[in-house]
């Protein structure tokens, strides 16, 4: 167990439609990271956040965003979903330094 | 950003077999590297890291990876391979930019 919690672990959703996922990261871990994982793209990097700012920009689309909030938990919205929306979503936390954990994942569907 | 290249997508081998999983990056300023190896349906485990120091880096689960900067290679290896050690496995990298930089991955299926 890495102490970085996901939540929900699975989601299944329409196209159109938005959602959120949560990260609760490792007690004292002020960065927060987090990946997209599809089959025909790998492991993307999305976006950091350090001590609720954001540090560092990847490819996330603009139909997504996130934030982190004052007890340093983060969401992942992502809007107007599309079927190739489908992926497994990771979150990592780190402290200073530069290794990060996972969590489990969030596997989102969308039909 | 780090670019990670994965040379191998599949790894097939016997169990009790030596296995060496390769990897390079793009440049050896600065440079963080890492091993991650993901079971089917968990998250990324981390294997083992060099950030400074010693080039030969052990691990977990009897792993171990050589950091190589002048041929920007940080491959792994493993002695004697068991069945649970089938999984996938990937090398990553970061710099100065706090961006963790992921290969494509390599599958390894270990047989009895």
């Known amino acids: ?111 | 950003a780090q670019s990670v290249t994965q040379l191998d997508s599949q790894v097939p081998v016997f169990e009790e077999a030596p296995v060496e999983l390769r990897c390079n990056y793009s440049s050896s300023v600065s440079v963080y590297l890492f091993w991650y190896v993901q079971y089917p349906n968990q998250g990324l485990q981390l294997l083992l890291k060099y950030l400074s120091g010693s080039t030969l880096v052990k691990g977990i689960n009897g792993f171990e990876a050589e950091f190589n900067k002048s041929q920007t290679s940080f491959h792994l290896r493993k002695p004697s391979v068991h069945i649970s050690d089938t999984a996938e496995y990937f090398c990553a990298a970061r710099s100065n930019d706090y961006k963790l930089s992921f290969g494509a991955g390599t599958t390894v299926t270990v047989r009895a």
């Open chain 1, 1 to 111: 167990d890495s102490g970085v919690t996901q939540t929900p672990k699975h989601l299944i959703t329409a196209t159109g439609q938005r959602v959120t996922l949560r990260c609760s990261p490792r007690s004292g871990d002020l960065s927060v990271y987090w990946y997209q994982q599809s089959l025909d793209q790998g492991l993307q990097f999305l976006i950091q956040y350090y001590n609720g700012e954001e540090r560092a920009k990847g490819n996330i689309l603009e139909r997504f965003s996130a934030q982190q909030f004052p007890d340093l938990h983060s969401e992942l919205n992502l809007s107007s979903l599309e079927l190739g929306d489908s992926a497994l979503y990771f979150c990592a936390s780190s402290d200073d330094s530069p290794e990060a954990f996972f969590g489990q994942g969030t596997r989102l569907t969308v039909v």
